[in-house]
């Protein structure tokens, strides 16, 4: 990156020394009974608090979670350590701090009925399912959380907020819906929150190397480029493009199999005057094709056979009439 660049986004004048940079991100580190004293407590905060907004479907209490939330100090110290090649206990505290949010999120879910559809729930919903916006948001706050951390200008809370958001929310809702048997959903939270966790470290890293973070010399030009920290980084982009990319196509694929399966319904009622296809959605791998009509619908092995060739085989079909009747329709090629 041109000095000029690097000069025009962290000026000599506001950045922050390396010993500064590891003193505030290495909880092993200085006063480090107080610092851990903090994390913990907090954390636990934190995860109480998100608990309590995901259960109650409340988006204000959720953001009250991710502003309390320290997770970001041991993710950058992973990206610090990593640039620096040197050994540090932040991926520890992550791991630990991650295993305590889970556990919180799956005591919680014991107030959550077995019969409760936990997809009903916007806060659930919204973060089992994540896509390439996500990485492109995670990627983005962890740009905006290292820079902050570097320049002595900016409030020391603005990392904490901005990274915070995109971590402890998807690890309660992991553990509320494995707490609920709901393994799928857990799995598609807890993917958030990993592609999450390797975006921001990748970033934090790039960060970090640009800014000549890499050696105990930061801040002076130096030629040296630590190698293995281009492998990780690599490796990270990797690791967090591939799942979300193939998760948002599945995502594509689910939109078009659900727009021809309501094309299919709305031919399928053509003959029934008044009858409308209301909406069509999936839960648990069940296409649910909800419909309005005045008078009887008409012959359900019709439905099958419009549906054949426009959805994958075997994909089990429900008909939800405005009436409170839920009719089993079969799997579609059978």
């Known amino acids: 990156m041109p000095g000029t660049l690097r000069a025009k986004i962290l000026p000599d004048r506001q950045r922050r020394s390396i010993d500064e940079l590891q003193q505030d991100l290495d909880l092993s580190s200085g006063d480090s009974r107080s610092k851990q004293s903090a994390f913990w407590t907090m954390l636990t905060l934190s995860a109480v608090i998100a608990a309590c907004g995901i259960l109650t479907d409340s988006t204000a209490t959720v953001i009250g979670a991710m502003i309390i939330a320290p997770l970001s100090t041991p993710i950058m110290g992973i990206a610090l350590g990593a640039v620096q090649r040197r050994r540090t206990t932040a991926a520890a505290f992550v791991a630990l701090g991650c295993l305590l949010v889970m556990l919180i999120g799956a005591v919680a879910s014991v107030v959550v009925p077995q019969s409760y559809d936990l997809l009903t729930n916007g806060q659930i919903s919204g973060r089992t399912s994540p896509g390439l916006l996500d990485l492109i948001s995670a990627l983005a706050t962890g740009f905006a959380g290292a820079v902050a951390l570097a320049r002595k200008d900016v409030a020391a809370v603005l990392p904490g907020v901005a990274i915070a ?8 809702v992991t553990g509320v819906c494995a707490g609920q048997a709901a393994w799928w959903l857990a799995l598609g939270a807890l993917v958030l929150f990993l592609s999450n966790l390797f975006a921001l470290v990748f970033a934090g890293m790039v960060v970090f190397t640009v800014l000549a ?26 690791a967090v493009l591939l799942p979300l990319g193939a998760n ?30 209301t909406s069509v959605d999936t839960s648990s791998r069940t296409l649910y094709i909800h419909v309005r009509s005045p008078s009887d619908l008409p012959p ?19 008909v939800d009439t405005t009436r409170g009747r839920q009719i089993s329709v079969g799997q579609v090629g059978e």
């Not at 958001?165 to 309660?172: D, E, F, K, Y």
Request: charged content about 20%.
């Open 213 to 238: 973070y890499t050696s105990r010399t930061a801040g002076r030009r130096t030629h040296h480029r630590p190698r293995r920290a281009y492998v990780m980084l690599g490796l990270l982009f990797t």
């Open 165 to 172: 958001i995109s971590l402890v929310p998807p690890l309660v």
């Open 248 to 277: 948002t196509l599945a995502t594509v694929l689910l939109n078009t199999w659900t727009l021809r399966a309501k094309s299919a319904a709305e031919r399928w009622l053509t003959d029934s005057p008044g009858a409308a296809v």
């Open 300 to 318: 359900i092995d019709g439905l099958l056979s419009r549906l054949k060739g426009n959805i994958p085989d075997g994909i089990p079909v429900v």
